[in-house]
């Protein structure tokens, strides 16, 4: 019974497409390919966690931990937005690793290694058609794609997306052109802080809630903007479905079940294999 | 404008997070919630009692803990520090007061070899107590068998921590607690056919799943799937598949609490809990794991490898109160800690009987190996060090089960049928370490 293992995995893939969403809408506006875009939503689940433990409406803390996700990612992009403008993109992401590390050092310290679960109240309401299906998976898919169509028709259409957009092909230009480079770049940033948060609290709920853990699942949602070409938000969103099903059914045979793991990884290189296929490669020799 | 725009937003900002942080503070209360103690701080008995500070030359004493990294172990050291502050309170080790501390090895074993390292060469260091490294007992033993130091350790968890010459645990270890569970299994007629899920990690994973199956050929009982998992795994779909398929009447899981969480979580999903009888090793046993699995999982066995943390009996008691009076509000009231305080306890009672003027590493070592017959109502059954390469003296452990979201006593002690603890079972009575 292949089934229940497509659903999993298209619902595992749209998290990671909605996640490489965000990641996506900051890289094309700012160039900076965030690494710490899963420490953003595992901080935005954890807190969120903590707050329904100290009894907060659920809703409520749900909405603060997106918040947190948001306002981090915005105070990053504040604080360090301006160096990171004048550097090249390895140094932009390699930068983001700090924010990572610096995320996930403070939840480490303020949070310790017991068994946590966040209990979304759609996960209790289901129906079976074969295999089981909660309203949580159900809002994983269904946001996922409203949030990739939103998105693309929102950068073509506003003039903060074609703002969005101008930034991404020539900044220096953009700006002489009249449009508000920080503003725009900080929107991005807070959008795609956003993302990471509803993101974080969602895959909190579909694999584990610990830290660290949240904090690498930016692996795989890069696997995703790859496939996307860094570009394409509709290939960002295949991508992930892709991924998040090979990985799914693969571990239903036993065959192919210890390599399951592997696949962001496996899809990412055939990609990255067939777009150079007509490249020129040039090797240079070190004298 | 504009730049007023971005002030705003970073004032913004930095009012969530302040607003954020400040509230995710609070203490984390179901870690401790249901582990009060009843002795008040003037009335326990710690070492020789006598009221009265230490203020002698103090006796040095370490311990190596995983305590960042991503799992925290810090709860044995810091119940056993706990405990030596309320020996040195009470007259220390006949005037003399501990100097303890812990380092941690942030689960990286180059750490742990350099601080044992560290340790064995500062002669002031007389023995270690209520270490509790996840990675480095191999490479630390090495260090302390040179060094003639000796470690009473609060607790271990790979097979390396229990087949050490200088290293001797208080916890019963994941292999004991897996067999005992499905021992208790056995003894309910629940044994019919097992499914056991665990990790797939080396000198771990794969030394407690040999032990089930080690026990199940000796004693004919069919175990019908073993399932390893990466510990990065996150579907576990194919496992619920599995177990399914497999007609098991009963699994036993032996992963860290957040993954068992989040194997439970998936099988409510699919709700797929069934007949089957779920269980668990003491890795689940945790103030807070029934709270966070849910209704649901009402009833969910879990093995505990010391006594229950809200059971009566002198020295849980004075564990409860010890660590209200000397440690910190939010230091953890789990099985862990009470391993900490354990050895703490055992080390002091053995290095009072020395002269005080001669305590060195050597004396020390010598009274270290000379534990034997240590109980405690916290132990099923006596401990002892001995002079051994293998350690494995609490063998014996409970069971409870989950009930209105909190973990009760299902059964009492359980001796472990494990065949591998042959040679230790001889050594016990050859040597003269219990009864």
Known sequence: ?287 | MSAITAKSALALATGILLAATLSACVADEGGGANAGGNTSKDELQCGLATGEPATGDPIKVGAIATASGGVDFSSAPKAAAAYFDCVNENGGINGRPIDYSYQDDALDPTKTAQLAAGYAADDSVVGLVGDATFIGCDVANAEYAKADLYSITGVGVPQACFTSSNIAPVNAGPRQSAIQLLQWLEQEGKADAVFQVGLNTQGNGDWVAAGILEYAEANGINIVGTELTDPTETNWLPLIQKIKDSGATSVIIVDPGPITAAILAAVEQQDARGDIIWTCTASCYDAQFGSQIGAYWEGFVANSELQLVDADGEDNELWKSVMDAYAAGDAPRDTFSQAGFLAAKMFTTAVLELDPENITRESVSQAMLGIKNAESDLLCRPWYYGEADEHNANHSTRTAEITDGVFTKLTDCIDSGDPALASILENEQSLGLVG
């Open chain 1, 1 to 287: 019974m292949i089934l229940p293992f497509i659903v999993a995995g298209l619902v595992l893939g749209s998290l990671f497409a909605l996640s490489g969403v965000g990641m996506l809408v900051l890289y094309r506006t700012t160039g900076v390919l965030n690494f710490g875009y899963g420490a953003l939503g595992a901080a935005s689940a954890m807190l969120a966690w903590q707050l329904v433990e100290l009894r907060l409406q659920p809703v409520l803390a749900y909405a603060i931990g997106i918040l947190a996700a948001t306002a981090l990612s915005l105070l990053f992009g504040f604080l360090a937005g301006p160096f990171l403008a004048t550097v090249n993109t390895l140094t932009k992401a390699t930068a983001t690793l700090g924010l990572a590390l610096f995320i996930l050092g403070i939840m480490l310290f303020m949070w310790d290694d017991k068994a946590r679960t966040l209990r979304l109240p759609t996960d209790t309401i289901g129906f079976s058609i074969g295999t089981r299906i909660t309203v949580t998976q159900l809002i994983c898919l269904a946001l996922a794609t409203a949030i990739v169509i939103a998105t693309s028709i929102y950068l073509q259409r506003s003039p903060t997306g074609t703002a969005m957009r101008a930034l991404a092909s020539d900044r220096e230009l953009a700006s002489m052109l009249g449009i508000r480079v920080r503003r725009v770049e900080l929107l991005a940033w807070a959008v795609s802080g956003a993302l990471g948060g509803i993101s974080g609290l969602l895959l909190s709920s579909q694999t584990r809630l610990e830290p660290v853990f949240l904090t690498f699942i930016v692996i795989p949602v890069l696997a995703a903007v790859v496939v996307g070409r860094f570009r394409s938000l509709v290939g960002t969103l295949v991508g992930g479905l892709v991924i998040g099903v090979v990985q799914a059914v693969s571990s239903a045979f036993p065959s192919t079940s210890p390599f399951s793991n592997a696949t962001p990884f496996v899809v990412a290189t055939l990609v990255i294999l067939y777009l150079q296929r007509r490249k020129v490669v040039t090797i240079e020799v070190a004298r």
